[in-house]
């Protein structure tokens, strides 16, 4: 992880893998997250996902930050396999360097996405456009794959 600049973070993709057939996963754009409720805080790499429309979807270890708050709103989101039923609720967001390092860029206000039913929660926190349209993202993808963001003025 470089830092590239007050205003700009480079991170490394996270490696892809394998499907259970064996085929190649292509490497996954990251990048690192501080989201903080109004008790509590959690850092976490996080997907981004340009077919999310929301700011952050939940994984399992997120809501324990929002425990006893009333969410914002409720929201259904829609998905290939049917309909997803979310609290939103809303966080301070920052980007952080690589592991949850110094090096932010301040997202402001950030809504999160948290499923009512445990298992629509996602395996990995996922970024969506929400957040994504604030930034300059630029996708490189080789044996030096990085994802560079920096917040537009």
Known sequence: MRDSGSNSLVYEYAPGGKTPSGREIPSIPVM????????????????????????????????AIFEGEAPERLETLHQFGGRIKCEVFKARGWLLREG?????????????????????????????????????????????????CAKRP
């Open 100 to 148: 949850g390092g110094e090096g932010k860029i301040d997202l402001g206000d950030i809504s999160v996405y948290i499923p009512i039913k445990a298992e629509n929660l996602a395996e990995n926190i996922v970024v969506g456009r929400e957040i994504l349209n604030a930034l300059e993202i630029l996708l490189k993808d080789g044996s030096k794959a990085f994802v560079t």
């Open 32 to 63: 690192w997250l501080r989201i903080r409720s109004s008790k509590l805080s959690a850092i976490s790499p996080a997907i981004i996902d340009t077919g999310f429309d929301g700011g952050v979807y939940s994984d399992d270890r997120l809501p």
